[in-house]
């Protein structure tokens, strides 16, 4: 794995210095054709690295603990020089970046890329994040509003490859904006071997009609709620457990197909498969997919496999709790929009990192009880001021083996099974920091 992660590394080093050198790329990412052409102390790279390097407290101790960790000619610069240098980089250089950091693991890893029936198993799902109370920022991305409050909030949106624990593709816009709108314009771009794990809050003929009429279908398992139309009505009533049905759209559906530039009439029909499934708490949990084979695709394979989806719920944990997604180093749409693109960018390079520790788990687990696995909250610690070290550094081999042993030394139990009770609390409204029984900060 260290090798593959080198090589990455490398692929990511050279992005970065060929976007910063070449002006006509570098002219994609940047506001105007002029910036960061002009040598100074905060050049398009050391802005990238202050980015990356997770800024959650003052950006004043951010900024100055970022230079002394260059270990180079010590020099320093104001946050408000960092702010207006940053203001000239488009956040659409870290959403390439990550597309890249993608790209090159599977690449490299090569057989060692997780699968499920030869699928990349991934899931899709959506989230809000409660933004700064600023009017630039209310009018860009919109509000959430009640009798007494707007709460300005954004959309965000996924795709989690869930066995390789890579964040595929991630947006975050405005919350007047539906994940079944932003996820119909994106299943193009999903992969041509992906099977695509989908929660009740997108089943529809338009979206299973993109699905399946792509140049290659792209297969999907969509849980949908026992009322959903009446044929699931029907189903949910009969003694079959699975059944496949031609399913016709609605005017809603032809209207949205037609402005992704499809014609279907109301006898246009799609093929899909119903599979019932029973939970162990005794729920009865309905299954769409165009898995059609029942011999090859039981319904235990079709439940075990929707029960990976799982793994985006604990993703988006780990970005909000860990990761600190909702706490921004900037006040304005653009830092916004960086600071989430670039926290994907080091949230997958984590995972990256994580992965250099499985043969040690191996060895761990066979000699406990329970099985262990490694403290994120305290890894994202360990990769403070690391991060930026692993793209300037001419030996990145050194740096990812020294965050693998600090990664290994702080490792938790799994245990399964394992449920407490919510005990309710009363919240305390007023003051900036309080104490929580359960978790601390470690960026």
């Known amino acids: 794995m260290v ?15 060929v976007v910063s050198k070449d002006p006509s790329l570098r002219e994609l990412v940047t506001e105007t054709e002029k910036d960061f ?3 100074r102390k905060l050049p398009m790279e050391r802005i990238v690295g202050l ?25 320093h610069c104001t946050k408000g020089a960092f702010c207006s240098q940053r203001s000239k980089l488009k956040a659409l250089f870290f959403e390439a970046w990550n597309q890249w950091l993608v790209s090159n693991f599977y690449h490299y890893y090569g057989d060692n890329v997780k699968r499920r029936r030869n699928f990349r198993v991934q899931a899709v799902d959506g989230s809000t994040a409660y933004l700064i109370n600023k009017k630039e920022v209310a009018d860009y991305f919109g509000t959430q509003d009640n009798q007494h409050v707007c709460i300005p909030m954004a959309r965000i949106m996924q795709v989690q490859d869930i066995l390789n624990d890579i964040t595929v593709w991630g947006q975050i816009s405005s919350i007047k904006e539906s994940e079944q709108a932003i996820m119909a314009r994106q299943v193009s771009r999903l992969y041509e071997d992906s099977l ?144 989430y ?32 696995k490694i403290n994120r909250n305290v890894s994202w610690a360990s990769m403070k001021h690391c991060i930026v070290k692993l793209f300037l550094d001419k030996n990145p081999e050194q740096i990812l083996l020294q965050l693998q042993k600090d990664f290994e030394r702080n490792l938790e139990p799994v245990r399964p099974g394992r449920r407490n009770p919510r005990k309710k609390k009363v919240k305390r409204l007023n003051g900036k920091y309080q104490t929580l029984t359960n978790y601390k900060r470690a960026i």
């Open 3 to 17: 090798g593959a992660n080198v090589r990455i590394i490398e692929e990511l080093k050279y992005f970065l210095e």
């Open 37 to 39: 052409t002009r040598d």
């Open 51 to 75: 980015i990356i390097n997770m800024p959650k407290r003052s950006l004043s101790i951010e900024i100055q603990e970022f230079f002394e960790s260059l270990e180079k000619d010590f020099v």
């Open 196 to 339: 695509t794990l989908f929660d009740r809050n997108y089943p529809g003929y338009a979206l299973m009609y993109l699905m399946n009429n792509q140049e290659v279908p792209r297969h999907f398992v969509i849980r949908c709620k026992v009322g959903f139309n009446k044929e699931v009505k029907q189903f949910v009533q009969s003694s079959k457990n699975s059944k496949i049905i031609n399913l016709k759209p609605n005017a809603n559906a032809i209207a949205t197909l037609r402005e992704h530039g499809y014609v279907i009439t109301p006898e246009t029909t799609i093929k899909v498969r119903m599979v019932k499934v029973l939970l162990s708490s005794g729920e009865v949990e309905i299954l769409l997919t165009n898995l059609y084979d029942q011999n090859l695709y039981t319904n235990e394979d079709l439940k075990y496999l929707y029960g990976l989806r799982w793994g985006i719920e604990t993703t988006y944990g780990k970005q909000k709790n860990q990761l600190q997604m909702e706490q921004f180093s900037g006040h304005r749409v653009i830092c916004i929009q960086q600071d």
């Open 341 to 372: 693109a670039a926290g994907l960018f080091v949230a997958n390079l984590q995972s990256l990192i994580e992965k250099q520790c499985e043969d040690y788990l191996d060895q761990v687990n066979r000699k406990r009880t329970y099985k262990y």
